[in-house]
């Protein structure tokens, strides 16, 4: 089994200058939990998920420093909160968006993209062409939706 025999086809998507507020909105009323950000070309650029949507309402995570004379040591990588603090500030899909994007072509086995959700810890995975142009989207609800399938017809 293929990604293209599971994947979704009719993909929300959404353009880099889509506002954040708009695509929320949309995400809201289609019921969906990602969305890949396209170019004019329909090539992925980006994907932004609910989790994305969520940071922007956390509390940032300040990372721990001592202060020595006038200087700050930070004890720790300041990049999770650089990436927290792009995300809270954005007002476009372009901003909010996690780039670069794991995504998978099509022909690709249905298995090795489950692994690629699993081991990414990652909730879909845009299905490309060979000139990387989305087709589909393949989440983690079409395998549940399949392992559902399989029990009802096991009866």
Do not use: C
Not at 83 to 94: D, F, H, I, Q, Y
Request: proline fraction near 4%.
């Amino acid at each position: 089994m293929n990604v293209e025999d599971l994947m979704e086809r009719e993909v929300l998507t959404a353009r880099p200058d889509t506002p954040v507020s708009a695509l929320a909105r949309q995400m809201y009323e289609t019921r969906r939990s990602s969305v890949p950000v396209i170019d004019d070309a329909r090539r992925v650029v980006g994907i932004v998920t609910m989790t994305d949507l969520v940071v922007r309402n956390a509390n940032l995570h300040f990372p721990r420093y001592i202060k020595l004379l006038d200087s700050v040591i930070y004890l720790e990588s300041t990049k999770e909160y650089e990436e927290e603090l792009r995300k809270v500030l954005a007002s476009t899909a372009g901003e909010l968006m996690t780039t670069p994007v794991r995504t998978v072509r099509v022909g690709t086995d249905a298995g090795d993209a489950a692994a690629e959700l699993f081991e990414h810890k990652i909730t879909a995975l845009p299905v490309v062409d060979e000139h990387n142009r989305l087709v589909g989207l393949l989440s983690q609800f079409e395998f549940v939706k399949l392992i559902a399938q399989d029990a009802a017809a096991a009866g």
